[in-house]
C-alpha cells in the first residue's frame, strides 16, 4: 500500500523532496506558512490539499516531512501534536533531539545536496543520511528513503555535523571562489563562461582522484614567484585568500627534499 506523507514547507528543500515522493508514493498534503507558495507545490505534484495552518494538518499520514529553515523547526515541532506517525526533520546541522519528549517515533532525513525551489533536483543519486530515535523509526525511515534514492546511510547527529562542515568547504566555499574568480575577470572585462571547461574538468576527475591527487598549480608546486605575482594584483578580501589557501596548499603538499 501507498505511503502517505506529508510535507511541512514549500521552499528549496520541500521542492525537490516532494516532486520525488510523489512519483513513488501519496503525497497527502503541503503545508506552507504562505498558502499561495503551499497550492503551488501542490500543484505541480498532484497533491489536493494545501494549507497554511498547522492545526489543519491530517492526522492519518504515515509520515511527517518538515522541511523549513533550520530556526523554525523547533517551532514546528512544539505546535504539532504527537500522532504516532514517523516525523522527519531534514537538517543536515540540526539534532533530533529536536524531537525529545515531543514524538514517539522520530527521525532525521539529510539529503546532502543544495537545492533550489526553482529548479527541481533528481533526487536518485543524492546521498541521504538517516537516523531514527529507534530501529522499527529507523526501518521505516530507511524505507522511505530508498523511494527516492539508492544511496540511504544511516549517520547519528554528530556525523552529519561533519558532513555538513564538509558539504561547506566542498559546496558553499567552492561557489564563492567561483564568485571571486568572476569578480577578477569581470574587471577585466572577461567571461566566466571561459572557466567553465576548466571547472568541470576538476570536478569530473574526482570520480577518478582522491581530491589530493588531482590538485594543481602553483602552489602544489611551490612556486614561489608565481604566488607573489599574483598576490601583486589583488587587495582585499581576494589578497587574503589568495595567500590563505595556497599557504594551506603548500602545507599538504611539502617538497620532498630526497625527490630533489
Known sequence: MDQRVVIIGS????????????????????????????????????????????????NDADAYIIAVRDDAIADVIAATP??????????????IDLFAGRRTRCGVLWPMQSFSREVVTPLDEVHFFAEANNEAALDD???????????????????????????VFSCNFANHMW?????????????????????????????????????TGPAVRHDIQVIENHLAMLNGDKRD????????IMNHNPIDDNAQ
Open 82 to 95: 504527537d500522532n504516532g506517525a514517523l516525523w522527519i526533520h531534514t537538517s543536515g546541522s540540526k539534532p
Open 179 to 215: 564568485t571571486l574568480a568572476d569578480e577578477v575577470l569581470s574587471e577585466a572585462g572577461l567571461p566566466f563562461d571561459a572557466l567553465l571547461p576548466l571547472i568541470r574538468t576538476t570536478v569530473d576527475k574526482l570520480d577518478r582522484l582522491a581530491p589530493a591527487k588531482s590538485q
Open 11 to 58: 521552499g528549496n528543500v520541500a521542492t525537490s523532496l516532494a516532486h520525488g515522493l510523489a512519483a513513488r508514493c501519496e503525497v497527502a498534503q503541503i503545508y506552507s506558512r504562505q498558502l499561495a507558495h503551499a497550492r503551488a507545490l501542490a500543484d505541480a505534484v498532484g497533491c489536493t490539499n494545501a494549507t497554511d495552518d498547522l492545526q489543519l494538518l491530517v
Open 141 to 167: 525511515l530507511m524505507e522511505l528513503g530508498k523511494l527516492m534514492s539508492c544511496h540511504v546511510i544511516e549517520a547519528d547527529s554528530g556525523k552529519r555535523k561533519l558532513l555538513h562542515v564538509a558539504s
Open 241 to 248: 585568500i589568495y595567500d590563505m589557501v595556497s599557504q594551506s
